[in-house]
C-alpha cells in the first residue's frame, strides 16, 4: 500500500472513514449499473467509504479516479453495506480497504481551506461532534 496516495479527508462533503485502491489485480465485474454525472461508471481507481456531513447518519460508497474526484456514489446504511455493495463490482477487495489516516486537526484544517468552513460551527457539524 506504500504507492497508494491516500485520498484526502473529505470528499464531496464527506468525509473520508475508510478507503480502498482498485489494483489491477483486482477483477472488475460490471454487476452494478451506477449512472451518474451523464455517463455510466465503469472501472474506478479508487473507493472510499464517508459519511456525509449534511446528513450524518447517510454512509456513501464513493466511486473516484485516481485523484479521489468523486465518479459517483451509492447511499448505504453502515460501513459493511458498503463493502459488501463494493464487493459485487470488485470481488476480492475486502483486505484492501483502509481506515482514512486524518486526525481530526487535519480534517478540520482541510475544510477551512479547502471549503472556507470553520468545522467547529453547529451548521456545520449539525451537533455530531
Known amino acids: 500500500m506504500s ?8 470528499i464531496d462533503s ?10 489491477e489485480e483486482i477483477t472488475f465485474c460490471g454487476e452494478m449499473h451506477l449512472h451518474a454525472f451523464g455517463k455510466w461508471v ?8 464517508c459519511r456525509n456531513y449534511g446528513e450524518p447518519q447517510d454512509i456513501l460508497l464513493l466511486f473516484c479516479d485516481s485523484d479521489w474526484n468523486s465518479e459517483g456514489c451509492i447511499p448505504c446504511s453502515d ?7 463494493a464487493e459485487k463490482d ?6 484492501h480497504w483502509v ?9 478540520h484544517d482541510f475544510l477551512r481551506s479547502n471549503y472556507g468552513v470553520d468545522p467547529a460551527t453547529e ?7
Open 42 to 49: 465503469v472501472r474506478v481507481a479508487n473507493l472510499a467509504i
Open 99 to 107: 481506515s482514512s489516516p486524518h486526525n481530526e486537526a487535519a480534517i
Open 14 to 23: 464527506a468525509l473520508v472513514l475508510d478507503f480502498a485502491h482498485v489494483s
Open 79 to 85: 460501513m459493511n453495506e458498503a463493502k459488501s455493495v
Open 90 to 95: 470488485y470481488p476480492g477487495l475486502g483486505p
Open 3 to 10: 504507492s497508494v496516495i491516500a485520498p484526502p479527508p473529505v
Open 123 to 129: 451548521w456545520w457539524c449539525n451537533g455530531e461532534q
